[in-house]
């Protein structure tokens, strides 16, 4: 059975991965900051999912201390880690001139250190066994500034930057590295927004292309995925 540990996975984007995952045959690991929803979610997905292994922590992955807790919760849960999928993330929109005090450092603690920090507590583990696959969730806007990106899209860009140096250093370990990089899709985010569904991406497409790329051979990799709704961004 093959192990999966996915941040974030308390709803959206997260949450459809790992039950794509699950749904293949993955034990998984997830952790979300709301304590309520994680454990919601995990409690359902052992009633649909019984003989996966299910391991849930609540944390905010801002936090070192945080970090370092889930880290060691997989570590002595999972004899490896197959599949890494760094999702944690949140958006605040905002220009760089007025937003407010304090904005980038939050972008950069939640969206870029979360996804540095894990990455470096697990990879020990996976470069003993010489396999694994991380899958860094990035943006559209890692690729392209664009209105109102402000802080965040600084730390998008950012994190894909992290997972292009991360793929070249761990090539010699045949470990490997994909950046997503998704334009609008689907998510609790979006709700109240006003924006149809049908016009956005839905987060199953998002979790059946991590599928697909991790399923390539052994001597194959995705460096980045870029997927956008058919009708263009917003």
């Given at each position: 059975m093959p192990y999966a540990v996915i941040t974030g996975a308390s709803q959206g984007m997260g949450k459809v991965i790992a039950e794509k995952l699950l749904h293949e045959g993955f034990s998984v690991a997830v952790c979300a900051r709301n304590l309520e929803k994680l454990s919601g979610v995990a409690r359902q997905w052992?009633?649909?999912f019984p003989a996966n292994k299910i391991v849930a922590c609540r944390a905010d992955l801002s936090k070192k201390e945080d970090v370092a807790v889930f880290a060691d919760m997989v570590l002595a849960e999972f004899p490896v880690v197959d599949v890494l999928v760094n999702n944690a993330g949140t958006y605040l929109p905002g220009n760089l001139a007025d937003e407010p005090d304090g904005?980038?450092?939050?972008?950069?603690?939640?969206?870029?250190?979360?996804?540095?920090?894990?990455?470096?507590?697990?990879?020990?583990?996976?470069?003993?066994?010489?396999?694994?696959?991380?899958?860094?969730?990035?943006?559209?806007?890692?690729?392209?500034?664009?209105?109102?990106?402000?802080?965040?899209?600084?730390?998008?860009?950012?994190?894909?930057?992290?997972?292009?140096?991360?793929?070249?250093?761990?090539?010699?370990?045949?470990?490997?590295?994909?950046?997503?990089?998704p334009g609008a899709t689907f998510t609790p985010s979006w709700d109240g927004s006003g924006v149809e569904p049908a016009r956005i991406m839905e987060s199953a497409d998002i979790a059946s292309m991590l599928f697909s790329a991790w399923q390539l051979s052994p001597q194959a990799n995705v460096d980045t995925i870029v997927m956008r709704p058919v009708k263009g961004d917003l």
């Open positions: 052992q009633i649909d904005l980038l450092e939050t972008m950069i603690g939640t969206n870029l250190y979360s996804a540095y920090w894990l990455t470096r507590r697990l990879l020990p583990a996976m470069q003993r066994m010489s396999s694994g696959h991380i899958f860094n969730m990035c943006s559209v806007a890692s690729l392209k500034a664009y209105p109102n990106g402000g802080a965040y899209s600084i730390s998008k860009y950012a994190l894909l930057g992290f997972s292009e140096n991360l793929r070249e250093e761990l090539r010699t370990h045949a470990i490997k590295v994909t950046s997503i990089c």
